[in-house]
């Protein structure tokens, strides 16, 4: 009963998006603020209507109610509550009443906030939220259903799939659907701009903040995902260039270009134009990610199974594609900047040569990921373009935006100096020739990660000493202490450093990328109880195989040990406990890795295969150097943002307005 009110709830959802769309845009062309109002109104509905079919199937999930198709697919009578109900993203049909949930709460959210100078933009946001949240829910209730009934329930369920009982899968589909979802509203409100003939940067300040919030949610969940692959797929890595990746880089790499030239816009009244389509381009790339998942037409360890959504999707975006470009052509005479770039030696110019580096590895990114589709059109045959190709194409690219990221804030607005650039630039590269120096003793003497590490090393100095140059000027002229005055600066400009926070987390993601790239090890070895081999610094003997009770009731667990010492002194590392379930009712496997090691180098080690009850056994080992770094890297990425997100009280004002309203006080007496 619980589960088909929530069935129902979904239907009403539908029904009201529809009723919000129309009445905000006959409101819109009869100038009746009432029809607005009213379709904001029933879109905020949309949230808790949605939330009402979420939580009935998560009662069908929990109380197992197998009569429910989607709930026999992903759950069974041994699955513990806790992945019930994480289950309602395990699967295709449930995933999409989730990703419908995410996004009516960002419009529930955005329909709330106060609508104030951009209340002219208003029936063209809802009426573009409201019908994109159609689509999704009209595909979910007619396509992919979840509340869909057998005539004759099972008695049990199949059981979630294996490779998704992690606390990554928990986490992390939320935080990608949260950053797919998020960037709705800011192309909503360029499509309103659009729509109005605005032309001034009202669209912009309005959405750049919703913009980042979508772009730290995709942030965490690539990151998150990329720890997921690194525990659960048992290959050692964390990123494999599979197309499901690539759909999520997509829109990331065009999110932040957008935000980058976001800044231009408003500091020099410049890229109108270029923004509008980067937007555009964002959220075009985030449709096409949703529909390699929910398609199957490309093959992937993320993706769901092949289903009826191909089409369907294709459909939207090419109809989204028309639409947006025709209304974008349409207004051209409006998107006239107010400037034009001076030189092409500023930091506009620099910020320029960011935006088409960003979006030439995006395009690299989607040739590459669609490559397949392309030759199976051609000649029949999907041919698939692997890691060696983005390695060589997306990388260089990557890699030109980490020294750009240091050399940006040395430029100048306007017009730069090449002598200013190269007095400021002798300090950052001055510890770099002396890092590469250190680097080269102990023993990196390979061209390529040396010029990697050069370039991610000048990057991180410059950041440094920036934060440092601003704290000794608030030393100098406040008599701050050096604490107080550093962070005083953040707090006086939370953009600008929380942007080099998230800089500074980039240049370590890219150092952990170079060390685990270049000088990780990866070998399989057969040993014999007992036998010890070296791998790198590491001596390894194997101890045995048992099996031990498996973390769910529904499979077995094969358990090896081995002793990890350091190869020339024999002290002792760790040990490690790789093991191997097996799940009958899934017919799936899963390999799980164990890790030891320093916080600077991991040992990971796989059990691949035994014979003769673990008298012998095979192992795939990796030494992965500098891979904490990646995982450091993505924490002070999101920590930056916060820093430029949040809204902190102005350190020196408030103690004056405390001063002042104290002495108000005082007089009233």
Same mark, same amino acid.
């Given at each position: 009963?619980?589960?088909?009110?929530?069935?129902?709830?979904?239907?009403?959802?539908?029904?009201?998006?529809?009723?919000?769309?129309?009445?905000?845009?006959?409101?819109?062309?009869?100038?009746?603020?009432?029809?607005?109002?009213?379709?904001?109104?029933?879109?905020?509905?949309?949230?808790?209507?949605?939330?009402?079919?979420?939580?009935?199937?998560?009662?069908?999930?929990?109380?197992?109610?197998?009569?429910?198709?989607?709930?026999?697919?992903?759950?069974?009578?041994?699955?513990? &509550?806790?992945?019930?109900?994480?289950?309602?993203?395990?699967?295709?049909?449930?995933?999409?009443?989730?990703?419908?949930?995410?996004?009516?709460?960002?419009?529930?959210?955005?329909?709330?906030?106060?609508?104030?100078?951009?209340?002219?933009?208003?029936?063209?946001?809802?009426?573009?939220?409201?019908?994109?949240?159609?689509?999704?829910?009209?595909?979910?209730?007619?396509?992919?259903?979840?509340?869909?009934?057998?005539?004759?329930?099972?008695?049990?369920?199949?059981?979630?799939?294996?490779?998704?009982?992690?606390?990554?899968?928990?986490?992390?589909?939320?935080?990608?659907?949260?950053?797919?979802?998020?960037?709705?509203?800011?192309?909503?409100?360029?499509?309103?701009?659009?729509?109005?003939?605005?032309?001034?940067?009202?669209?912009?300040?309005?959405?750049?903040?919703?913009?980042?919030?979508?772009?730290?949610? &995709?942030?965490?969940?690539?990151?998150?995902?990329?720890?997921?692959?690194?525990?659960?797929?048992?290959?050692?890595?964390?990123?494999?260039?599979?197309?499901?990746?690539?759909?999520?880089?997509?829109?990331?790499?065009?999110?932040?270009?957008?935000?980058?030239?976001?800044?231009?816009?408003?500091?020099?009244?410049?890229?109108?134009?270029?923004?509008?389509?980067?937007?555009?381009?964002?959220?075009?790339?985030?449709?096409?990610?949703?529909? %390699?998942?929910?398609?199957?037409?490309?093959?992937?360890?993320?993706?769901?199974?092949?289903?009826?959504?191909?089409?369907?999707?294709?459909?939207?975006?090419?109809?989204?594609?028309?639409?947006?470009?025709?209304?974008?052509?349409?207004?051209?005479?409006?998107?006239?900047?107010?400037?034009?770039?001076?030189?092409?030696?500023?930091?506009?110019?620099?910020?320029?040569?960011?935006?088409?580096?960003?979006?030439?590895?995006?395009?690299?990114?989607?040739?590459?990921?669609?490559?397949?589709?392309?030759?199976?059109?051609?000649?029949?045959?999907?041919?698939?373009?692997?890691?060696?190709?983005?390695?060589?194409?997306?990388?260089?690219?990557?890699?030109?935006?980490?020294?750009?990221?240091?050399?940006?804030?040395?430029?100048?607005?306007?017009?730069?100096?090449?002598?200013?650039?190269?007095?400021?630039?002798?300090?950052?590269?001055?510890?770099?020739?002396?890092?590469?120096?250190?680097?080269?003793?102990?023993? %990196?003497?390979?061209?390529?990660?040396?010029?990697?590490?050069?370039?991610?090393?000048?990057?991180?100095?410059?950041?440094?000493?920036?934060?440092?140059?601003?704290?000794?000027?608030?030393?100098?002229?406040?008599?701050?202490?050096?604490?107080?005055?550093?962070?005083?600066?953040?707090?006086?400009?939370?953009?600008?450093?929380?942007?080099?926070?998230?800089?500074?987390?980039?240049?370590?993601?890219?150092?952990?990328?170079?060390?685990?790239?270049?000088?990780?090890?990866?070998?399989?070895?057969?040993?014999?109880?007992?036998?010890?081999?070296?791998?790198?610094?590491?001596?390894?003997?194997?101890?045995?195989?048992?099996?031990?009770?498996?973390?769910?009731?529904?499979?077995?667990?094969?358990?090896?040990?081995?002793?990890?010492?350091?190869?020339?002194?024999?002290?002792?590392?760790?040990?490690?406990?790789?093991?191997?379930?097996?799940?009958?009712?899934?017919?799936?496997?899963?390999?799980?890795?164990?890790?030891?090691?320093?916080?600077?180098?991991?040992?990971?080690?796989?059990?691949?295969?035994?014979?003769?009850?673990?008298?012998?056994?095979?192992?795939?080992?990796?030494?992965?150097?500098?891979?904490?770094?990646?995982?450091?890297?993505?924490?002070?990425?999101?920590?930056?943002? &916060?820093?430029?997100?949040?809204?902190?009280?102005?350190?020196?004002?408030?103690?004056?307005?405390?001063?002042?309203?104290?002495?108000?006080?005082?007089?009233?007496?």
């Amino acid at each position: 009963m619980i589960t088909d009110v929530g069935y129902l709830a979904v239907i009403l959802a539908l029904a009201v998006s529809l009723y919000a769309a129309g009445a905000s845009l006959w409101g819109a062309t009869r100038n009746d603020d009432r029809f607005v109002q009213s379709g904001r109104m029933a879109a905020t509905l949309t949230f808790p209507l949605i939330m009402a079919g979420a939580l009935g199937l998560w009662f069908a999930l929990i109380t197992g109610d197998f009569g429910v198709k989607y709930v026999a697919q992903v759950s069974s009578l041994d699955t513990p &509550l806790f992945f019930r109900l994480t289950a309602l993203w395990g699967s295709q049909n449930g995933s999409i009443l989730f990703w419908n949930l995410v996004m009516a709460g960002f419009i529930f959210f955005a329909m709330l906030r106060p609508w104030r100078e951009d209340k002219p933009l208003l029936p063209y946001v809802t009426a573009t939220m409201m019908l994109i949240l159609a689509f999704f829910l009209f595909i979910n209730l007619f396509v992919a259903n979840p509340f869909e009934r057998f005539l004759f329930p099972p008695s049990d369920g199949a059981g979630l799939n294996p490779l998704l009982r992690h606390p990554g899968m928990i986490i992390h589909p939320p935080m990608l659907y949260a950053g797919f979802t998020g960037f709705i509203v800011p192309f909503a409100f360029c499509i309103a701009s659009l729509a109005t003939r605005r032309r001034d940067n009202l669209w912009l300040l309005a959405s750049r903040r919703w913009m980042l919030v979508g772009w730290a949610f &995709l942030t965490a969940g690539l990151f998150l995902g990329g720890r997921w692959a690194h525990d659960v797929l048992g290959w050692g890595g964390y990123w494999g260039w599979d197309p499901v990746e690539n759909k999520s880089l997509v829109p990331w790499l065009i999110g932040t270009a957008f935000l980058h030239s976001a800044m231009i816009q408003e500091k020099r009244g410049m890229f109108k134009n270029w923004n509008v389509f980067l937007m555009l381009l964002t959220f075009a790339s985030v449709i096409w990610g949703t529909a %390699v998942v929910r398609s199957g037409v490309l093959t992937s360890v993320h993706a769901f199974a092949q289903s009826d959504l191909g089409p369907l999707f294709l459909a939207f975006i090419v109809v989204m594609l028309i639409w947006s470009a025709v209304l974008w052509i349409s207004r051209l005479d409006t998107l006239k900047s107010e400037n034009a770039l001076d030189s092409g030696f500023s930091r506009e110019g620099i910020f320029l040569l960011q935006n088409v580096l960003f979006v030439s590895t995006a395009l690299t990114v989607f040739i590459g990921t669609i490559f397949p589709i392309i030759t199976e059109a051609v000649n029949g045959t999907k041919v698939t373009v692997g890691p060696p190709f983005y390695n060589q194409v997306a990388v260089p690219q990557m890699a030109a935006l980490v020294v750009l990221m240091g050399i940006a804030p040395l430029m100048a607005w306007g017009k730069a100096s090449a002598r200013a650039l190269g007095r400021m630039s002798i300090i950052p590269l001055g510890l770099t020739a002396l890092s590469l120096l250190v680097l080269a003793v102990v023993g %990196v003497r390979q061209l390529i990660p040396l010029a990697l590490f050069a370039l991610a090393l000048f990057t991180l100095y410059q950041t440094l000493i920036e934060y440092g140059r601003g704290a000794a000027a608030r030393v100098r002229s406040m008599g701050e202490s050096w604490p107080v005055a550093l962070g005083r600066l953040i707090l006086r400009n939370q953009r600008r450093y929380g942007g080099y926070l998230i800089h500074i987390g980039v240049v370590l993601f890219a150092i952990g990328a170079t060390g685990k790239g270049f000088y990780g090890v990866d070998v399989l070895r057969s040993m014999a109880l007992n036998d010890t081999i070296t791998v790198g610094n590491y001596a390894f003997t194997y101890r045995g195989l048992r099996a031990v009770p498996c973390e769910f009731n529904d499979c077995r667990t094969m358990q090896a040990s081995m002793l990890v010492t350091d190869a020339q002194t024999g002290a002792i590392v760790g040990a490690v406990f790789p093991h191997r379930d097996s799940y009958p009712i899934q017919q799936h496997t899963a390999t799980i890795a164990d890790v030891t090691g320093s916080w600077f180098e991991e040992v990971y080690v796989i059990l691949a295969a035994w014979q003769d009850n673990g008298a012998t056994a095979s192992f795939q080992i990796y030494i992965n150097p500098l891979i904490n770094l990646i995982w450091l890297g993505g924490a002070v990425m999101i920590l930056g943002f &916060l820093v430029a997100f949040w809204k902190a009280p102005d350190p020196i004002r408030a103690p004056r307005l405390a001063v002042g309203l104290a002495s108000g006080a005082a007089l009233s007496r």
